[in-house]
């Protein structure tokens, strides 16, 4: 044969998206085991112990693996062909394939046998086995080889094109590395420098919220390094695929540069009720979160001005005529589209969670989970979902298996969404705590009023379960059994309305943008994190749960 | 950079929302005094149980006002009953000798980490007399969910 089914780049982002869909097969698995339990379904084999591994297990293999490994599969089609350059640093992307694969393995391990049961949060002084903290730093080592990679391909195109922008599609990518390269030491401090220590009997005490502040560091960034590459479809993939054109280049540029600003000073929003931290520098870093609603107002805005352009490329008239000229029946069209549509509904609920007040209303109640299966959940999840019905074509040169269940799944994903988020949110509301394993609490009468609820999310929990396996289905299916295609279609992205200025602006500057990140992130982190460890403080005894 | 009209007057707005929430913020943080629990106190997590802060447990009275102080740890609320006035403030003071716990009153706006090392402080009024649930809503451990305390307000109106 001379037309391989698979070039060697290929391969690459190939094997990224395989560990990516196992994760989230097994993590499914887990999530519609804790839609029933938390209904109290009386299920076999349901105990406490097993509830609290599969929701650590959900949350690790979603939140930290699925996400992490289709990153930087899609970061490397990004890298190949918006740059249409061939990738430089191949074997350190293999070997940075490597070590997260590895780091998975070893901290699925740890979890699966029931040795670290801690939540994807792991908040001690509740410890873990030493294989999963050093699991977690694996990946997090493996995404750093993946920056390096990226980052030289860039700079092999910057050589190669001086003074010209670099395509839309990249510039996103590269906030993604810079603002992951900005917020990773946190946890690398908190997980090398505190807890494997501490894990392996080295040191006797951790001082909790030292380890909270520098988890958060890096948590709340971490929905940002989910949440840009699905901007970059919204950007550079749908518009073509609605027919149409991007409404505006320069206003892209300018979203994910202040991404790559505001990302991280904003983490003591996830501890506005914790102690040891003053009140002024959780406002601050409410302040800077409510900043940031300003590049996805932006983004809403273009991209839907994106999809009128091509509803009417297509021949749509009048004020909404153009919505049905769109083409409803493509499965990344569909995906992506209610993905923005969830993401409205959750960017609306973020701005209560970052509300100082309004907070402590829903902290740590079911509230919050209702809230990130919208961004994350959805708006994040389903948009790479609908990447993989358009990149494995392209990538792998095989036609798409059981269509109908690519085009079917995307509405079942956001019809079960829809019943589990808004019953999350409603049994937040009346006070029932998030990450429980059952909520009856020997039939108080608060808690009474939350069992209706449960049995709606319980609903939602498996129509999306039905969603998640039509996914794996198809990809699969493709993947085993898809029929090669003669023609591969190409990985095309999508062209502004007008065209791009062959000259760098204030956007593309991403150095300076890096340095002004780094000096806010010293302003909001410097002092308050000086004072926890100067204070007079106290660690805390790790126990095994 | 060219930005069509549409984007601006957009953009126009979309700064205006973001400065009305960032403004109700600051208003009700400064003018309101609405702040989320932020004590800054520590404690020796091994000596709980010993420190004269927490020998007491349950509801006092400092200084003319209504203080609870009670301990949280795997996996109950001591003292697990309480009865408290309606209608004035009350201060609760927490802290855990164990792992990170959470304190929620259902039907309140009371919520407060308390993390082993520190003492939490959250004041609140209970405008109605009744049985409130008090739950922990930090995953601490297998038992997490059996975690739960009972508080009667008394008095006021009802």
């Given at each position: 044969m001379s037309a391989a089914p698979s070039a060697r780049w290929q391969r690459l982002p190939l094997a990224h998206f395989g560990v990516a869909l196992a994760?989230?097969?097994?993590?499914?698995?887990?999530?519609?085991?804790?839609?029933?339990?938390?209904?109290?379904?009386?299920?076999?084999?349901?105990?406490?112990?097993i509830y609290y591994l599969s929701v650590t297990a959900h949350g690790v293999l979603m939140a930290l693996v699925f996400t992490t490994f289709f990153i930087m599969g899609f970061g490397y089609v990004v890298a190949r062909t918006a740059l249409g350059r061939p990738l430089v640093g191949e074997r350190l992307a293999w070997t940075s394939y490597g070590a997260a694969l590895a780091g998975t393995v070893a901290a699925a391990w740890a979890i699966l046998t029931g040795q670290a049961s801690v939540l994807y949060t792991f908040y001690p002084p509740l410890q873990a086995h030493p294989a999963f903290y050093i699991g977690l730093a694996l990946v997090v080592v493996g995404s750093w080889g993946w920056c390096a990679v990226m980052i030289r391909n860039y700079r092999a195109w910057r050589r190669e094109n001086p003074g010209l922008p670099v395509p839309l599609a990249m510039h996103g990518m590269m906030a993604t590395v810079i603002l992951w390269c900005l917020c990773t030491p946190g946890v690398a401090v908190e997980v090398v420098g505190l807890l494997i220590p501490w894990s392996l009997g080295w040191v006797k005490t951790v001082d909790p919220v030292l380890?909270?502040?520098?988890?958060?560091?890096?948590?709340?960034?971490?929905?940002?390094?989910?949440?840009?590459?699905?901007?970059?479809?919204?950007?550079?993939?749908?518009?073509?695929?609605?027919g149409g054109k991007l409404f505006s280049d320069p206003l892209g540029r300018m979203v994910f540069v202040l991404f790559i600003l505001l990302s991280t000073p904003v983490g003591f929003h996830h501890q506005f009720v914790d102690p040891g931290i003053h009140a002024g520098w959780k406002l601050f870093h409410a302040l800077n979160t409510y900043a940031i609603l300003f590049p996805s107002f932006v983004t809403a805005f273009t991209v839907v001005a994106s999809l009128e352009v091509g509803g009417r490329m297509r021949g749509g008239r009048g004020l909404f005529g153009w919505l049905t000229r769109l083409p409803w029946g493509e499965p990344l069209f569909t995906a992506v589209v209610l993905s923005m549509l969830t993401f409205t509904l959750g960017g609306f609920g973020g701005a209560i969670n970052a509300g100082f007040g309004m907070n402590a209303m829903i902290h740590n109640t079911a509230w919050v989970q209702g809230h990130f299966h919208l961004t994350v959940g959805t708006a994040v999840a389903l948009t790479f979902m609908g990447l993989s019905y358009w990149l494995l074509p392209r990538l792998a040169g095989k036609e798409l298996r059981f269509p109908a269940f690519a085009q079917v799944q995307p509405w079942l994903w956001f019809a079960g969404m829809m019943l589990f988020s808004v019953a999350n949110h409603v049994t937040g509301l009346l006070g029932m705590p998030r990450r429980v394993y059952e909520a009856s609490y020997q039939g108080a009468g608060a808690a009474s009023a939350w069992a209706p609820w449960t049995a709606v999310s319980a609903a939602g929990g498996v129509i999306l379960f039905v969603s998640a396996m039509s996914y794996v289905l198809v990809v699969a299916g493709t993947v085993l059994w898809g029929r090669p295609l003669k023609d591969r279609p190409e990985v095309a992205w999508a062209e502004p309305l007008e065209p791009v200025e062959p000259r760098r602006t204030l956007w593309d500057r991403l150095g300076l943008w890096t340095v002004l990140a780094i000096v806010l992130i010293v302003i909001a982190y410097g002092y308050p994190i000086a004072s926890l460890l100067g204070m007079h403080h106290f660690g805390a005894h790790g126990i095994r749960p | 950079m060219k930005v069509h009209v549409y984007e601006k007057f957009w953009m126009g707005t979309a700064v205006a929302?973001?400065?009305?929430?960032?403004a109700a913020v600051v208003l009700t943080a400064y003018g309101m005094g609405i702040h989320p629990p932020s004590h800054v106190e520590t404690i020796d997590p091994a000596t709980v149980e010993s420190d004269p802060r927490f020998a007491h447990r349950g509801v006092g009275v400092e200084r003319g006002r209504t203080v609870v102080t009670m301990v949280l740890r795997m996996w109950s609320f001591d003292p697990a009953e309480l009865s408290v006035p309606a209608g004035v403030p009350v201060t609760?003071?927490?802290?855990?000798?164990?792992?990170?716990?959470?304190?929620?009153?259902?039907?309140?706006?009371?919520?407060?980490?308390?993390?082993?090392?520190?003492?939490s402080q959250v004041t609140t009024t209970f405008p109605r007399a009744g049985d409130y649930l008090i739950v922990c809503h930090e995953y601490c451990g297998v038992g997490h969910h059996l975690m739960q305390a009972a508080i009667k307000v008394a008095g006021g109106g009802s």
């Open positions: 994760a989230f097969g097994v993590a499914s698995l887990m999530a519609v085991m804790q839609a029933l339990s938390r209904a109290d379904l009386k299920l076999p084999a349901r105990t406490a112990q380890a909270r502040t520098l988890f958060w560091f890096f948590g709340h960034p971490l929905v940002y390094f989910w949440l840009l590459p699905a901007y970059v479809a919204w950007y550079t993939v749908l518009p073509r695929q609605a | 929302i973001i400065a009305a929430f960032a609760f003071r927490l802290t855990s000798p164990d792992v990170i716990h959470g304190f929620e009153i259902v039907g309140t706006n009371v919520n407060a980490m308390v993390v082993p090392g520190y003492v």
